[in-house]
């Protein structure tokens, strides 16, 4: 049996594992692991940027109870339980801080969170394209060139090379990003 700590309560102890990145349209399960030493469950609740959107009661009917208004998230009911909650087909909205907070049972109902953030990327469905002048130039002639990426979040980092030598930004003009709109 663990050793209480003080005025004999046990500790509770929460560390969640959250995945960093996700592709919009994957799902997300997002797992929360705890260790209430000799205590019971009360509850699991989890929260999206300080929004709760899922809580798990082992003493409730039902003991699952998603919450629908939460822009961005989708819980997959059958796949959540109180060790972990799943996220349907995720969007950029998705993206944000994830809380997972546990709660001992009675006489102390003593509580404890862990959080994480995800950020859900969009990758460019297709390659970069590269528009400019067609003619032949001559060795320290000046030409421009754009080139211009797909649709992406965040917004896609170019870099230009010649004959696979990198180009400082000093010899290009600054990059634009143009907004995503990826998630209309």
């Known amino acids: 049996m663990p050793a209480p700590s003080v005025a004999g309560v046990f500790p509770l102890s929460v560390w969640v594992k959250v995945p960093p990145f996700k592709q919009r349209g994957e799902d997300a399960t997002l797992q929360c692991h705890f260790d209430l030493d000799a205590g019971e469950l009360y509850s699991v609740q989890w929260y999206k940027d300080n929004e709760e959107f899922f809580r798990y009661k082992p003493r409730s009917e039902p003991q699952k109870h998603p919450y629908k208004d939460i ?46 953030r995800m950020e859900v990327v969009y990758i460019p469905k297709e390659n970069p394209v590269i528009t400019g002048p067609e003619r032949q130039h001559q060795v320290g002639d000046t030409i421009g060139f754009n080139c211009t990426s797909g649709k992406s979040h965040p917004a896609s980092k170019l870099q230009w090379s010649i004959n696979g030598q990198h180009v400082s930004v000093s010899r290009s003009a600054a990059p634009r990003a143009l907004p995503s709109g990826t998630d209309r």
Do not use: M
Not at 83 to 112: D, M, N, W
């Open 71 to 116: 822009s961005g998230v989708k819980v997959d009911n059958p796949r959540s339980n109180a060790r972990q909650v799943t996220l349907k087909q995720v969007t950029i909205r998705s993206s944000g801080v994830y809380r997972c907070e546990v709660s001992g049972e009675a006489p102390y109902f003593h509580s404890a969170h862990s959080e994480a």
